[in-house]
């Protein structure tokens, strides 16, 4: 799955962008319960530690829908670091009036509705539905997996949507044929947040350190 | 800190109850950043698992105002797990039309904002301040940390709260001395929790299975 | 029904509770429009003043779904008053993310999302539905009436609901049966809140007085 | 207050309009709390049922700014009514983006949320405030009860209300002098009632008698 | 369409109010996209514009659903300005507790939306529909369209609707029709917003000119 | 100003990406009022329809902060088009969890709470001033204008915005002096609109034609 975000993310970096895909060593397998999602944040923490520690990057992006351990890592830097459902939901929301969500377990969709009202588009989701597809599934989309998801974005369109949001980084190479298939914008979140990232650098604006996002205090190591 | 929260708790508790209070080995010292937040979420599920396989409690209550990792507690049992910030929060609501929220750092009402709207509490909380006093100096809160609190609190009520809701583990002591400055309701969510546990136990509510917080799946530990 | 609301009170208590089960004389004979709503305020108010003028209590609940004359006897007290829906939709919200309400008859549930604004649940509450059964009728819940109850609590879960709100106090003792049938918790008013009053009168919150729930004014005798 | 009203109403009529102004016999001598409210509501419910017993009225009008029993009138006829406080906010609405509400005691802004929640304009009303003026004392506004109020009504511009709701039914005679002194439009819900009553009668909108606000379920009289 | 607008802006005047409806020159034929509201726009205010300089009027409409141009006529004048979407969702909120929007083309719902959200009727508004019936279908409104809006008049009433807004202005002669055929409230905008301009002008209530709605800044020309 | 907005882009563009900024030749010389924004809105369309016959371009930006004809403009093209206000609001929201909007003259904040709302960004946005500074005064940003916005940026961020947006394409050349001045990201919505056209043309994200945004109908010339 790396490998192919890696490419997502390579085809629309543009000219003078770099794009390093890493995947934590020892994260879960696959992210779709808050179980993972809480393991995944403290994977997250540590690769942006390590990165900066390595020199830094100039934008960092969460691949994976449930955009975990974005706050966490925003405090460790002063760029950009952008979430994959944040980015895709943000540019949905400027292709159209409404967005659905069409992603792999329903149970991930709870978290699909906090990440929704934290960034304001509670009322721009018209419609959320799981494929019933894990994630680890989608490796290989075989065409029974892409019929699924073609489906549940049709129903999408039917639901009033005028994008699809793409609840799962796995989805990323699906995400030109789904939308020739339904014919409305289908976002993809990697592609979504490489060219915000690419934006949000170009045009100076990073990661505000005023108060909340500003480096975690440091503490006197309690003694045992 | 743990005492003083196992203390509190079993003020409260009623015949009947019993409280374990446990703490993490490795969690951070003090949670007040997201980078804290999102290790004691992994430390909190590893209780939870720990406790599962020792045969499991009742209810869970997670002693920490961000209520970190209780989402996924919830994916691990089908009893109540109630976040202290969560139990403050209803409770409050139920003392008056309008709380406020006096904490430790500014920096952690971010994490409050997302809880209030989580819980459906936004409109309710009509303040909210960090006193500045970072969580590990609540250890012996002297005369001079318990008046700046008292500060705040006075000011929640000036400022139109009906009742406040301590931002805090920490603070679970000077509860009912602030209470007794300010004259109007200041609530404890470890109390607060406790109790909400022994109600929900009793009415036989417990946490649903339903999806989101059904088990999470199993999947086969991946080949390195 | 009284009777049958004293019983489900009792049986979660616990011990050192003791529960006063009391009906107004001259009340509706059941609440099922705002008409009955407005008359039952009035009995609730005169009830809880009778008990003040009698010692008081140390804490009240009204057991009607409407949670009538709530406000008003917030005014007359400072200990906590909780009404049946604010508690049932405080615990369902905890038991899970969302829940459905189930009730007797649907023109009831225009007051029920006034009360769902007023709490801040109108986001967790993802459904409502009137059974068509009257409050009467409940009187002895014969097994077509719960038939139909429970046909309406699958539905609720069909339609994403992870618990479900029982919304007439006369439901009171189909909430465990109910609860079995539908595999999610159901929550009944009147359990939830006996153990919301122990769980505010143990944490010492009562219901504040600071401005809209201080005594109301006292006026001269207009002179006729 | 009954005469004020009367007058009020009567000069915004407008030719083939009739108005009857009645006073519940043993209504509460004001309302400002919510057991004062709670009996108004009972009284408004009794003055109706005696309206339609005589013949019934073309549109009721509820002339207390907390629009006490509404609901409850609204499922004794099929005619319109509107309660004042709804009819000064929906004009105020019209008259500019904002509004502020300028009451009598604060204690009684609770009630307002509420019913701004129940009309959509929470978010149009931008500031409110109580004059700490008695609704008894507003019989006789003299030069000093008048000040005051211009002053809370200038403070509502400079908090950047454009228009202000006069948040009691005992200023209708101060209306026109504010809005001389103030400068933005100042709505006196009386008046306001009043056209709207007007305006439904002519364009043939009564109350919708769908399912909430049909009328009553008619019980057997239980034996005591 | 002009004729028939005034046709029933007259039925529903009353004595001592006349009506002058007007139409663009150069207007859009039918406004059923946002390139023909902007267009729409501009032609009501060069309509004000020229009233105005003809002496103005005592209130002004603005008879198309979308409310064209209706924030730019307010800073023309100090009278009330009054669009039919406006008045129609206003005059329905008061009818009950829920409405339903029965228009023409369903591409109109997404500006409906926009006004829903500015005058605090989101919540309210429980239903919308496209008839599919262009506007200027209307002019003559055949048994068959009027078949089609009754059908979906009916479906809104099924969905919960309390009463039902016409969303068109070329709609207003089947309002009574319409009525008599759902057993609900149907409101029609021409009709509620004349109503409403005689109930502000009775009130003495106009265009707030606190700052946004205040004349619009003159600049000098630009020298080319 | 056209030439300077022409280089803010040019600045930001990347490589591969051209830029073509033009202004209306009868559009108003400022846009600071609604009237202006509706003569604006029409002018935008006017432009795009002339680009579209020439040929058409790839994505649009509308660069004033209004946003002036989006909706209509969408309806011409199927690429993106995105206006400067939207693009401000989605880069803040992202470089922080709140901001605050600092602009022209106040009477255009009306415009903008509703661009707020459209946009999901209402709770993301905690404050917004308006310097009184008419938009063609900053032609020549003197000491003193960016004085004046500079006090208005650091009064942002006490009161609690991580980043300010500015509310006006003319204050695009002052971006970087401002955000080295305040230590928070100062976010001018010319380049995030650039930007967000490359990312969104990048990742194959155009404009929906599902409904909404379909090319508008076209219709018989009326004959006069």
Same sequence: chains 1, 2, 3, 4, 5, 6.
Avoid: N
């Avoid at 989701?125 to 989608?138: F, Q």
Wanted: proline residues 5%; aromatic residues 4%; contains cysteine.
């Amino acid at each position: 799955m790396t490998a192919k975000i890696a490419a997502a993310a390579g085809e629309v970096a543009g000219p003078g962008v770099e794009i390093a895909a890493v995947c934590p060593d020892d994260g879960p397998a696959a992210i779709e319960s808050h179980v993972d999602e809480a393991r995944a944040a403290v994977a997250v923490v540590e690769l942006v530690e390590r990165d900066v520690r390595a020199g830094g990057s100039d934008a960092y992006v969460v691949a994976c829908f449930g955009d975990p351990g974005l706050d966490a890592a925003r405090e460790l830097v002063d760029v950009p670091v952008i979430g994959i459902a944040e980015a895709a939901m943000h540019l949905a929301a400027i292709s159209g009036r409404s967005f659905a969500i069409v992603t792999t377990l329903s149970r991930t969709l709870g978290r699909a509705q906090d990440l929704l009202a934290r960034y304001g588009m509670t009322d721009a989701c018209v419609w959320m539905s799981g494929t019933g597809i894990p994630v680890l599934d989608l490796e290989e989309a075989t065409g029974e997996a892409f019929e699924t998801i073609a489906r549940h974005c049709r129903e999408a369109v039917a639901q009033g949507a005028d994008a699809v949001v793409l609840g799962c980084a796995g989805m990323t190479d699906l995400c030109h044929r789904l939308a020739d298939r339904v014919g409305v914008p289908v976002v993809d979140g990697v592609s979504a947040a490489v060219g915000l990232a690419a934006a949000m650098v170009r045009a100076g604006v990073g990661t505000s350190k005023r108060d909340e996002y500003a480096a975690p205090p440091r503490r006197p190591v309690p003694v045992p």
